[in-house]
Structure formats: C-alpha cells, structure tokens
C-alpha cells in the first residue's frame, strides 16, 4: 500500500479563522475572553488558547454579562440563541454567524440557497434608518467590505430591520426588532492583509465562486468605515454590562 502525505493544514478555513478571533480578540480586550463550547476539538489548540487566557464554557449562565464571547466555530443550538434574545446580550453574527442568527429568530425559511454566488469588495447602500441605529449610524450612504456568501438571509420579514444592501442582495445588515442583536452578511473584521492571505489560501474555492482571486488581492483594503460596526457593538456590550453591574435593566 503507497500512503501519500498531503501537504500538513489540519482545519478548514473557517475553523483557522474562528482561532485566529480568539487570538486577536485576547490581544484586543485581554483576558479573559470567553467561548461558548471548544472552538475547536482539538486539546493541544484549546489547550493554548487557554493558557493565553481563553475560558471554554458549556452554559451562557457561566459568561458574566457583558463579557466577550465567541460562539463554536461548529455553530449554536436554537436553545442558545433563544437565550441570548431573551437575556437580551448583545449579539452579532458575521457571515455565517449572520445566517443562523436569521435562521433562529426568524425560521429555517428565512435563510435560502442563492443562484449565483455573490463575491468581491461591494459597496452597500445604507439605508435611512440606519443612521439611526445604534450599529450603523457612523456609516455614510454607502460601506465597502468583503463579501462572499452563496447562501442569503430574506430580506422580507416584520422583525427585520435593513440597515444595508447591495444591488444583488437585499439584507446584507440587519438588526432583530429593537433588541441589541444585528446580523452583517459581510466580514468587517478582516484586514487588508488577512484578507490577501485568506484569498491565496481559498483560491481554488473563489475561483470556483467566480472570483478574480489576484484582483481581490489587489483590491484589498482595511474596510475602515466597516469597522466603525464593530467599535459600535463593543461600546453597546460594555454598556450591557455597567448597566447590570449597576442593578439596571440594559
């Protein structure tokens, strides 16, 4: 029998990505940052992460409210996000994490299988009323980031709020009612320089998508105004949590 070695990566991209914002998120904030459920099953990866000063839970009850938390990389039980919602914590999802939080509260329907895959550097129209949301309200007419999704979150829904969209989707942000949970189809978080790597290392599967992955490499860029999401959702979930420290309801 001939064994072949292949070259040594031991994760799927997204699961690289869920470890690497552990990381960054630990240089970030600083200990401890706290994950729902090993983010991945590995003991010598989770084992590090712990020693940097991730905390691995089972339970939300064991997260103090207002802490940084990540989700699995293998997603969340309905039950979880239920949770949250009723809690009321913060929540963001990205990406994928955008598509289960609509599949959730929303219904299995509300997420669906696109015909075409949408990816490349878009520049989303904002919408009126997200000037006055909370996330969004930093943003000019339009924002630029990364996208790249075959599957989509239905814009048509009496809880959603479209916050943004692109001539191709209708629902690229949105929040859930007035609660503090929003849904970003993109991925405000990367980086000019991950997002070259990301793109040389998931080049079969954009070309696969349609993507110019050299053009991509070209075009990539901080998505400064995009992040201006991210410090938003920070300052709400420290908000959250002086709120309760002080006996007050967020």
């Known amino acids: 029998m001939r064994v072949l070695m292949a070259q040594p990566r031991g994760f799927c991209a997204g699961v690289v990505r869920a470890i690497e914002i552990v990381g960054r998120s630990l240089e970030k904030f600083g200990a401890p940052v706290y994950v729902r459920h090993e983010i991945v099953h590995n003991r010598h990866v989770v084992e590090k992460l712990e020693r940097m000063g991730a905390v691995f839970v089972e339970t939300l009850d064991e997260i103090p409210d207002g802490a940084v938390t990540i989700f699995s990389a293998h997603g969340v039980a309905q039950s979880i996000i239920d949770e949250a919602k009723t809690r ?21 329907d509300q997420v669906f299988r696109r015909a075409t895959c949408e990816v490349g550097y878009m520049a989303l129209d904002v919408t009126p009323e997200a000037r006055q949301d909370t996330l969004t309200r930093d943003l000019g007419r339009q924002v630029d980031m990364f996208v790249w999704h075959n599957d989509e979150v239905r814009a048509a829904h009496p809880d959603m709020r479209i916050l943004a969209h692109s001539v191709d989707c209708p629902n690229h942000i949105w929040r859930y009612r ?4 929003w849904g970003i189809q993109g991925h405000p978080e990367v980086t000019a320089d991950q997002a070259r790597a990301w793109f040389e290392d998931s080049r079969k599967r954009l070309e696969a998508d349609g993507a110019d992955v050299d053009a991509l490499k070209t075009q990539a860029h901080d998505a400064a105004d995009a992040k201006t999401m991210l410090r938003n959702f920070i300052a709400v979930a420290t908000t959250h949590s002086w709120r309760r420290d002080k006996g007050e309801e967020p």
Do not use: K, M, N, R
């Open 88 to 108: 009321g914590l913060p929540t963001l999802g990205l990406c994928f994490g955008s598509q289960i939080l609509g599949s959730a509260l929303c219904g299995h």
């Open 178 to 181: 007035d609660l503090p949970i």
